[in-house]
């Protein structure tokens, strides 16, 4: 001890104590054992900090001690230097700066700095640029999450770039949604590049970034997975090899819930076949509010239904996009009217208890006359407790308590009014933004039940919800059916039919479904007449699949289907859908099924499926054949999109649909080439011109004048485009930009957003980067994107899901009454007003008028209008449509109009009568005129629209 010594030297000792400062060495040991460093980095860091700072404080500590001691034996030449001042002085003297300000005035204390210098300032010229070279390294977005506002937060991962992250932004973080108080942290492998971090900082209340890995638990704990709201995982859409970023994509969920496996994830993926291996995931669970976007399946089904409802795609992508719309008087009429279309959301709210026990039907109009909203859909909670289901436009269904109803609106704002009405005091309120919170009491109390229960738009509402549709189980209620509530058909007749009265007979069958009902007397459900014969269902030969849900034919070879140039101009194909499909033979599967399941949904009747021809290389579509070997109605033509020759011998100018697809994987060096196979085959089409003598339609005698009420003389009564510019056609394209180059004759300039180009507005492109707004929707509300698929694929299922997962393509099945009810759900049409009992609003009448009448007189629900962009009668004026999203309700409408419903099933008739004069007709819908064709290489001509001629064979399902 110190004093010790003093006493032996009779005079003051400071001591050696400054040696514990070599303690510090063992610091680095001791943070690794309590588990704090683990990164090689952290460790060696901590190691040569430890290392210089015990050096430097202990050689200070010698000093202190030589200096203020003296020379021995007499120790008469110290100096007082504090301990703090020999360590600055030692740093001085390190950094070789040498103020002069202090100096060594003993031998002892000269000779140990020479000795001190060798040692010191080899270590500072080693140590401090590897200790700076290490802190320099550290990952700028290291660190952790930390949540201090106790705000919620979501993951995105998988592709980050400045183009995903600021798309996504830019929808997640809309002024028009309600409420987003969600921080979004980004975790990626990669720093984010100077762009980037421009986006990050002026968003940086709001969103955080970190580096790492998604497959690294530890990454996962820094961004704080377990306690996110959700987890969303981002898909390269330009991806080389689309198969290998699934597998990635899907690896990276596998990662997260192995991590957390209550945690939800929605995650976006490149094919539809890689969904199957989702469902191999123990802790993947659609009730939780897990999800999977597939950019193919829904690419296709929207093209699908544009080849039913031409501008129908951009309809349903404008509505899950948020946008605000701005109209300007220097605008044209045309754009301030789809500019407003474009601002309209899909919303969900509860209604109020003054639409407890009214129909949907009645509570549509409701909405629509007096809160100015369109409801389209409800969620049918099941009587047992089980799992919910979403009806479209259902027929017959009362609308119990506490429903959950989904609105078509400008804002979350609006959407409230269906909430805030009652009856009682908001009756005679004119203005319906007057519709707010009232004191009634018999409202508060439901009001106060419900919001304990309920967050509506949040995240986190339906985790205990099923929010994907289920099949009516034998024996449930009457409304349980797959995507409509179903009721007996012969209770909803008076609803569909405009005459009671029993139709001629066409081919010696009825055609009423009350003489089919007295025929077999033991059908419950909407049965087809060419079904009702005999009916037995050991005996009735297959010819849905098994859920009932699409139609079914034994698979065929695709020789059977395949058409020679020659095979093809003898056929004559009319009202088909022509698909221009750019492909090489090793090519990555698109999953071109997911194009034409939805085009033979059950809730067809046969005559009416649209026949479709594939034009491309042969040796593709092989690949793709197992997928469709099942679908009835398939023509392939072994040839090039681009040769007018193979387009002339398919009728593409009396197709109503040409589709044009490519396959082929982007190129490195310049992806902005990728559409340029489907741009020149689009306006090849363009270029082309037609004999006008052809088309079968002339050739019927009562065609001209047999139009059923609402059919389309547009197109029943046409020849066929004279030119090709009238060729109802879709594009498909990879890169957004692309979209300039497809209408030489539009004013768009280069750097238009996609939504705004006249192509797009007028439904004839489609590019799937608008997909990506179904994130942020089927994140804030899941039941959204379970509406969005069932009106787009035609009612694809779990259950068919599961049964496609198997990789044996659909499965027919025997149809029994549950599988037919599920025939008995809405679909999406087109309905002109030129003629038909509709046509009397066409003459300037109003929106509200005919919404109104075609809702009560045929159940079917109005959502919006396709009108011709040059409204004036002049020779030169363009032919094209642009889409009008739900328009107000007192827009003028004009005969050349064509009305975008959601229309009821009709149960009986296969092959209707005209109204009146007893010729044959079409269908009420614009999808209803088919094919007139047979086997390949005989041509079919005659007999009604829609009709195969000699005595009611039907074609050839080939």
Same mark, same amino acid.
């Given at each position: 001890?110190?004093?010790?010594?003093?006493?032996?030297?009779?005079?003051?000792?400071?001591?050696?104590?400054?040696?514990?400062?070599?303690?510090?060495?063992?610091?680095?040991?001791?943070?690794?054992?309590?588990?704090?460093?683990?990164?090689?980095?952290?460790?060696?860091?901590?190691?040569?900090?430890?290392?210089?700072?015990?050096?430097?404080?202990?050689?200070?500590?010698?000093?202190?001690?030589?200096?203020?001691?003296?020379?021995?034996?007499?120790?008469?030449?110290?100096?007082?230097?504090?301990?703090?001042?020999?360590?600055?002085?030692?740093?001085?003297?390190?950094?070789?700066?040498?103020?002069?300000?202090?100096?060594?005035?003993?031998?002892?204390?000269?000779?140990?700095?020479?000795?001190?210098?060798?040692?010191?300032?080899?270590?500072?010229?080693?140590?401090?640029?590897?200790?700076?070279?290490?802190?320099?390294?550290?990952?700028?977005?290291?660190?952790?999450?930390?949540?201090?506002?106790?705000?919620?937060?979501?993951?995105?991962?998988?592709?980050?770039?400045?183009?995903?992250?600021?798309?996504?932004?830019?929808?997640?973080?809309?002024?028009?949604?309600?409420?987003?108080?969600?921080?979004?942290?980004?975790?990626?492998?990669?720093?984010?590049?100077?762009?980037?971090?421009?986006?990050?900082?002026?968003?940086?209340?709001?969103?955080?970034?970190?580096?790492?890995?998604?497959?690294?638990?530890?990454?996962?704990?820094?961004?704080?997975?377990?306690?996110?709201?959700?987890?969303?995982?981002?898909?390269?859409?330009?991806?080389?090899?689309?198969?290998?970023?699934?597998?990635?994509?899907?690896?990276?969920?596998?990662?997260?819930?192995?991590?957390?496996?209550?945690?939800?994830?929605?995650?976006?993926?490149?094919?539809?076949?890689?969904?199957?291996?989702?469902?191999?995931?123990?802790?993947?669970?659609?009730?939780?509010?897990?999800?999977?976007?597939?950019?193919?399946?829904?690419?296709?089904?929207?093209?699908?239904?544009?080849?039913?409802?031409?501008?129908?795609?951009?309809?349903?992508?404008?509505?899950?996009?948020?946008?605000?719309?701005?109209?300007?008087?220097?605008?044209?009429?045309?754009?301030?009217?789809?500019?407003?279309?474009?601002?309209?959301?899909?919303?969900?709210?509860?209604?109020?208890?003054?639409?407890?026990?009214?129909?949907?039907?009645?509570?549509?109009?409701?909405?629509?006359?007096?809160?100015?909203?369109?409801?389209?859909?409800?969620?049918?909670?099941?009587?047992?407790?089980?799992?919910?289901?979403?009806?479209?436009?259902?027929?017959?269904?009362?609308?119990?308590?506490?429903?959950?109803?989904?609105?078509?609106?400008?804002?979350?704002?609006?959407?409230?009014?269906?909430?805030?009405?009652?009856?009682?005091?908001?009756?005679?309120?004119?203005?319906?933004?007057?519709?707010?919170?009232?004191?009634?009491?018999?409202?508060?109390?439901?009001?106060?039940?419900?919001?304990?229960?309920?967050?509506?738009?949040?995240?986190?509402?339906?985790?205990?919800?099923?929010?994907?549709?289920?099949?009516?189980?034998?024996?449930?209620?009457?409304?349980?059916?797959?995507?409509?509530?179903?009721?007996?058909?012969?209770?909803?007749?008076?609803?569909?039919?405009?005459?009671?009265?029993?139709?001629?007979?066409?081919?010696?069958?009825?055609?009423?479904?009350?003489?089919?009902?007295?025929?077999?007397?033991?059908?419950?459900?909407?049965?087809?007449?060419?079904?009702?014969?005999?009916?037995?269902?050991?005996?009735?030969?297959?010819?849905?699949?098994?859920?009932?849900?699409?139609?079914?034919?034994?698979?065929?070879?695709?020789?059977?289907?395949?058409?020679?140039?020659?095979?093809?101009?003898?056929?004559?194909?009319?009202?088909?859908?022509?698909?221009?499909?750019?492909?090489?033979?090793?090519?990555?599967?698109?999953?071109?099924?997911?194009?034409?399941?939805?085009?033979?949904?059950?809730?067809?009747?046969?005559?009416?499926?649209?026949?479709?021809?594939?034009?491309?290389?042969?040796?593709?579509?092989?690949?793709?054949?197992?997928?469709?070997?099942?679908?009835?109605?398939?023509?392939?033509?072994?040839?090039?999109?681009?040769?007018?020759?193979?387009?002339?011998?398919?009728?593409?100018?009396?197709?109503?649909?040409?589709?044009?697809?490519?396959?082929?994987?982007?190129?490195?060096?310049?992806?902005?080439?990728?559409?340029?196979?489907?741009?020149?085959?689009?306006?090849?089409?363009?270029?082309?011109?037609?004999?006008?003598?052809?088309?079968?339609?002339?050739?019927?005698?009562?065609?001209?004048?047999?139009?059923?009420?609402?059919?389309?003389?547009?197109?029943?009564?046409?020849?066929?485009?004279?030119?090709?510019?009238?060729?109802?056609?879709?594009?498909?394209?990879?890169?957004?930009?692309?979209?300039?180059?497809?209408?030489?004759?539009?004013?768009?300039?280069?750097?238009?957003?996609?939504?705004?180009?006249?192509?797009?507005?007028?439904?004839?492109?489609?590019?799937?980067?608008?997909?990506?707004?179904?994130?942020?929707?089927?994140?804030?509300?899941?039941?959204?994107?379970?509406?969005?698929?069932?009106?787009?694929?035609?009612?694809?299922?779990?259950?068919?899901?599961?049964?496609?997962?198997?990789?044996?393509?659909?499965?027919?099945?025997?149809?029994?009454?549950?599988?037919?009810?599920?025939?008995?759900?809405?679909?999406?049409?087109?309905? /002109?007003?030129?003629? =038909? *009992?509709?046509?009397?609003?066409?003459? +300037? &009448? !109003?929106?509200? @008028?005919?919404?109104?009448?075609?809702?009560?007189?045929?159940?079917?629900?109005?959502?919006?209008?396709?009108?011709?962009?040059?409204?004036?009668?002049?020779?030169?004026?363009?032919?094209?449509?642009?889409?009008?999203?739900?328009?107000?309700?007192?827009?003028?409408?004009?005969?050349?109009?064509?009305?975008?419903?959601?229309?009821?099933?009709?149960?009986?008739?296969?092959?209707?009568?005209?109204?009146?004069?007893?010729?044959?007709?079409?269908?009420?819908?614009?999808?209803?005129?088919?094919?007139?064709?047979?086997?390949?290489?005989? /041509?079919?001509?005659? =007999? *009604?629209?829609?009709?195969?001629?000699? +005595? &009611? !064979?039907?074609? @050839?399902?080939?």
């Amino acid at each position: 001890p110190p004093s010790f010594v003093s006493i032996y030297l009779n005079r003051t000792w400071i001591g050696l104590r400054f040696l514990r400062a070599l303690r510090l060495m063992t610091v680095p040991d001791i943070l690794q054992y309590l588990n704090i460093l683990k990164t090689s980095t952290s460790i060696r860091l901590a190691q040569l900090i430890s290392i210089f700072i015990s050096v430097w404080l202990t050689a200070a500590g010698i000093i202190h001690l030589l200096e203020n001691s003296g020379d021995p034996p007499y120790f008469k030449n110290s100096q007082v230097v504090s301990y703090w001042n020999c360590v600055y002085f030692l740093m001085v003297t390190m950094s070789t700066v040498g103020y002069g300000d202090i100096a060594c005035v003993t031998a002892l204390g000269r000779g140990f700095q020479v000795l001190f210098l060798l040692v010191g300032l080899a270590m500072f010229a080693s140590c401090i640029p590897e200790i700076i070279d290490l802190i320099g390294t550290r990952p700028k977005y290291g660190g952790c999450y930390k949540n201090e506002r106790g705000r919620r937060h979501i993951v995105v991962c998988g592709h980050i770039t400045y183009e995903s992250v600021s798309h996504f932004l830019k929808d997640f973080l809309h002024e028009d949604r309600e409420d987003v108080d969600v921080e979004v942290v980004f975790l990626h492998r990669a720093e984010p590049d100077l762009e980037f971090e421009g986006l990050l900082k002026r968003q940086h209340t709001r969103v955080k970034y970190f580096q790492g890995s998604l497959m690294n638990a530890m990454d996962l704990e820094r961004a704080k997975v377990h306690e996110a709201d959700a987890c969303l995982v981002l898909a390269n859409k330009y991806c080389q090899d689309p198969d290998a970023e699934d597998a990635a994509n899907i690896m990276r969920v596998i990662s997260i819930k192995n991590y957390s496996d209550d945690i939800r994830v929605i995650i976006q993926l490149m094919q539809y076949h890689n969904k199957a291996y989702l469902l191999n995931i123990p802790s993947w669970d659609w009730k939780q509010g897990d999800d999977v976007i597939c950019l193919a399946e829904l690419k296709l089904g929207f093209i699908a239904q544009s080849c039913l409802a031409p501008g129908f795609s951009t309809m349903m992508a404008n509505l899950f996009a948020m946008r605000s719309f701005k109209t300007s008087p220097d605008m044209a009429a045309w754009q301030n009217d789809y500019l407003q279309g474009t601002g309209c959301e899909m919303y969900t709210e509860t209604l109020s208890p003054t639409f407890t026990g009214m129909s949907f039907s009645q509570a549509s109009e409701l909405c629509f006359v007096k809160l100015k909203l369109l409801l389209l859909a409800i969620e049918v909670k099941s009587d047992d407790g089980g799992d919910s289901k979403i009806s479209i436009n259902p027929r017959g269904a009362k609308i119990p308590a506490n429903t959950v109803g989904f609105f078509i609106a400008q804002s979350a704002e609006e959407v409230k009014r269906a909430w805030f009405y009652c009856k009682a005091c908001h009756e005679d309120v004119k203005d319906e933004n007057q519709i707010k919170k009232c004191k009634c009491k018999n409202l508060a109390t439901f009001r106060k039940g419900v919001r304990a229960i309920q967050l509506v738009g949040r995240a986190s509402e339906h985790k205990d919800d099923d929010n994907l549709l289920a099949t009516t189980k034998p024996g449930g209620p009457a409304q349980s059916s797959m995507v409509n509530a179903t009721k007996p058909a012969n209770n909803v007749k008076k609803n569909v039919s405009v005459k009671e009265e029993p139709k001629p007979n066409m081919n010696g069958r009825p055609t009423n479904k009350a003489a089919v009902q007295q025929k077999s007397a033991k059908m419950e459900v909407g049965i087809a007449d060419d079904q009702a014969k005999d009916f037995d269902f050991e005996k009735t030969e297959m010819k849905y699949d098994s859920t009932g849900m699409f139609h079914w034919t034994p698979a065929r070879a695709i020789e059977d289907c395949i058409l020679d140039r020659n095979q093809a101009a003898m056929t004559v194909l009319n009202g088909h859908v022509v698909v221009c499909l750019f492909a090489d033979p090793d090519s990555p599967l698109i999953g071109l099924r997911n194009l034409v399941m939805p085009l033979r949904a059950s809730n067809f009747h046969y005559h009416e499926l649209k026949h479709v021809v594939i034009v491309g290389s042969v040796d593709y579509i092989r690949r793709e054949w197992k997928t469709l070997q099942n679908l009835p109605k398939i023509s392939v033509l072994n040839g090039s999109p681009l040769s007018r020759a193979d387009l002339r011998a398919v009728n593409v100018n009396l197709c109503d649909m040409c589709v044009i697809l490519s396959a082929k994987v982007p190129s490195n060096d310049d992806p902005t080439l990728a559409d340029k196979e489907a741009i020149l085959a689009s306006l090849n089409i363009k270029a082309m011109t037609f004999d006008d003598t052809i088309g079968v339609l002339s050739q019927n005698n009562g065609a001209s004048d047999s139009l059923s009420p609402l059919g389309s003389p547009i197109v029943l009564q046409r020849k066929g485009s004279v030119y090709g510019a009238n060729v109802p056609m879709i594009t498909e394209l990879v890169n957004d930009s692309n979209v300039q180059f497809l209408d030489q004759d539009d004013d768009d300039d280069p750097d238009t957003e996609l939504y705004l180009t006249q192509p797009f507005a007028c439904g004839t492109a489609f590019a799937v980067s608008v997909l990506d707004s179904l994130m942020s929707t089927t994140y804030f509300n899941q039941n959204a994107l379970t509406l969005i698929r069932s009106l787009i694929t035609g009612g694809a299922t779990p259950e068919l899901e599961l049964i496609l997962a198997e990789g044996a393509g659909l499965r027919g099945g025997y149809s029994t009454p549950e599988t037919l009810s599920n025939r008995d759900r809405c679909r999406v049409g087109q309905i /002109s007003l030129f003629e =038909g *009992p509709l046509a009397s609003f066409g003459e +300037g &009448g !109003k929106y509200i @008028d005919l919404f109104v009448a075609a809702l009560r007189n045929y159940g079917m629900l109005c959502i919006g209008l396709y009108r011709f962009r040059d409204t004036a009668n002049a020779f030169d004026a363009s032919s094209k449509r642009y889409v009008i999203t739900n328009p107000p309700t007192d827009f003028n409408l004009l005969p050349s109009d064509q009305v975008f419903v959601l229309m009821q099933f009709d149960p009986g008739m296969e092959y209707r009568p005209d109204w009146g004069d007893g010729k044959g007709g079409e269908r009420l819908l614009r999808a209803g005129h088919s094919v007139v064709g047979g086997p390949p290489g005989h /041509s079919v001509v005659g =007999g *009604p629209p829609g009709h195969p001629a000699g +005595g &009611g !064979k039907k074609p @050839d399902s080939s």
